[in-house]
């Protein structure tokens, strides 16, 4: 259904060939370069979203949330914008498992894990120089306040979700890519913490992916690289996805300035030709 809707920029696609009359006569003919990812309108914006096991997870680092604003920061100067969405970590659920005792239900522990995610968001309010300060929790939101210069800032917004989830629904508004920075350094053919001989993939499709992520989420006890409400999302839009670590903000600044090296997992899907999966 999402293919009769796909947005199409205009540039030309090498199936629909034009004369060489037609185009050498006809100014607004001028040659752009063939995209085979134009879903992904908005190359300078990145939804990051960044997991509570990176900074949040045994003790609070704040020292390393301040050193990650400062390379964002420098990455804003340089005419990058971010969308950052801040997961819970343990925190989230030390206070989970604390409501559940009391008799809180599914519903009331999102609202918990809810509320940690935009308490640990608020740290980035302090240490990005153009943030919008507060919190924002509507989607939306997100397009406005880069309009007005400043960095969107979210934790979690509904119950039934993650803070992948919104993500995902960000970067599908604004036409961006999606990083995903976690504790593992990218998507592995098994839970690389279980299973130390699992492959990790430098490339996948969104198909690939999400067939991988749904083998993963039978497993008992498992913990997916990403929910698979926001991996519905970026394989429906076909989103440009990277999975990285945390540990290595040099790598971070290689994907933001479109290296062709960098340490983790790209998922991609081009729209006219079939990709090996
Ligand atoms: P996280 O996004 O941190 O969940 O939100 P997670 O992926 O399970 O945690 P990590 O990345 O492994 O540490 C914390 C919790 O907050 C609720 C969910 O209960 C989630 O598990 N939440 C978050 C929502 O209900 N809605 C949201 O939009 C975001």
């Known amino acids: 259904m999402f293919d009769l809707f796909e947005k199409w920029d205009g540039t030309p696609r ?14 607004e003919n001028t040659y752009q370069p063939y995209n085979p990812y134009p879903q992904n309108t908005n190359e300078k914006i990145f939804v990051v979203s960044l997991g509570g096991s990176v900074f949040f997870n045994e003790k609070l680092r704040a020292p390393e949330i301040a050193k990650f604003c400062e390379v964002l920061n420098e990455l804003i ?30 519903f009331e522990l999102d609202e918990v894990g809810i509320a940690v995610t935009r308490a640990n968001a608020l740290f980035f309010t302090y240490g990005i120089d153009n943030s919008w300060r507060g919190v924002l ?5 997100a397009e406005r306040v880069l309009l007005l210069g400043k960095t969107p800032i979210f934790g ?9 989830a919104v993500a995902a629904i960000i970067a599908e508004l604004l036409g961006a890519d ?35 992520l749904k ?19 970026l394989q429906r839009s076909k989103i440009r996805s990277y999975f990285i670590s945390g540990d290595d903000v040099e790598n971070f600044k290689s994907i933001v300035r479109r290296a062709p090296e960098f340490k983790g997992t790209i998922v991609q899907t081009e729209n006219t030709t079939t990709m090996n999966e």
Request: aromatic share 6%; charged share 20%.
């Open 14 to 27: 090498p199936t629909e060939s034009t004369s060489s009359t037609e185009s050498a006569s006809s100014s």
């Open 77 to 106: 100067r340089e005419g990058n914008q971010f969308v950052l969405v801040i997961g819970g970590g343990r925190v989230a659920r030390v206070y989970q498992a604390g409501a559940k005792s009391m008799g809180a239900n599914n």
């Open 137 to 141: 929790t509507d989607p939306k939101e």
């Open 156 to 164: 979690g917004t509904i119950p039934g979700q993650t803070t992948d």
């Open 178 to 212: 999606f990083i995903n920075v976690s504790n593992v350094d990218g998507i592995y053919s098994a839970d690389p913490a279980k299973e130390p001989n699992a492959k990790l993939y430098k490339e996948l499709t969104h198909t690939k992916m999400v067939s991988l």
């Open 215 to 233: 083998a993963q989420a039978s497993k008992p006890g498992a913990h997916t690289f990403v929910d698979p409400h926001a991996a519905a999302i």
